[in-house]
């Protein structure tokens, strides 16, 4: 039965947050806040936040430096995803990875369709990889954000999740899924 295995260790991985946005602060940035709340909650660090404008360059530009940084594994991206002009973060992110993870889509619609029903059509949430970092891109609406952590991405990025978690694929922590 999958789940938390409480007699294994638990993993922190260091996670950066980067919120997509044309109007938001470090003072208003609720969906930010509330991954980063969340993540140091869970027991993971919070490798960096930052904020950058709806544009292709801008979100390029930060998650290739992350990319780059050995002390980040993972990458959270809110905002960007939805159908106006403004969205951009999938064209963005997605020729920077290597490879997709399209189950983390599929998941996200089904956890989404439990608290906003089809409304979840409206997100082009993804997440894929770039060299050894892991990129989950989610919308930009604090519910969503929500969503994302307490239905799917707080026990993928626990290490103690069985059968597996993304923590063993990680390379400083390769090993840890059988």
Do not use: N, Y
């Given at each position: 039965?999958?789940?938390?295995d409480?007699?294994?260790?638990?993993?922190?991985?260091?996670?950066?947050?980067?919120?997509?946005?044309?109007?938001?602060?470090?003072?208003?940035?609720?969906?930010?806040?509330?991954?980063?709340?969340?993540?140091?909650?869970?027991?993971?660090?919070?490798?960096?936040?930052?904020?950058?404008?709806?544009?292709?360059?801008a979100?390029?530009?930060?998650?290739?430096?992350?990319?780059?940084?050995?002390?980040?594994?993972?990458?959270?991206?809110?905002?960007?995803?939805?159908?106006?002009?403004?969205?951009?973060?999938?064209?963005?992110?997605?020729?920077?990875?290597?490879?997709?993870?399209?189950?983390?889509?599929?998941?996200?619609?089904?956890?989404?369709?439990?608290?906003?029903?089809?409304?979840?059509?409206?997100?082009?949430?993804?997440?894929?990889?770039?060299?050894?970092?892991?990129?989950?891109?989610?919308?930009?609406?604090?519910?969503?954000?929500?969503?994302?952590?307490?239905?799917?991405?707080?026990?993928?990025?626990?290490?103690?999740?069985?059968?597996?978690?993304?923590?063993g694929?990680?390379?400083?922590?390769?090993?840890?899924?059988?």
């Amino acid at each position: 039965m999958p789940g938390i295995d409480d007699s294994l260790t638990f993993h922190p991985l260091h996670i950066a947050v980067l919120t997509v946005s044309d109007t938001r602060t470090m003072e208003t940035d609720t969906s930010g806040a509330l991954l980063a709340g969340r993540l140091t909650a869970a027991g993971h660090k919070l490798a960096a936040r930052a904020i950058v404008t709806d544009e292709v360059q801008a979100i390029r530009d930060r998650m290739a430096a992350w990319i780059a940084d050995p002390g980040i594994d993972i990458i959270v991206s809110t905002g960007g995803t939805g159908f106006t002009p403004r969205d951009v973060t999938p064209e963005a992110v997605m020729p920077l990875l290597r490879r997709v993870m399209d189950g983390f889509s599929v998941v996200f619609h089904q956890a989404s369709m439990t608290t906003i029903g089809v409304s979840t059509l409206q997100s082009r949430a993804f997440a894929g990889q770039a060299d050894d970092t892991f990129i989950f891109c989610v919308p930009g609406s604090t519910g969503a954000c929500r969503d994302a952590w307490d239905l799917v991405l707080a026990a993928e990025f626990d290490s103690r999740h069985r059968p597996c978690s993304i923590a063993g694929q990680v390379p400083r922590l390769a090993g840890l899924c059988a």
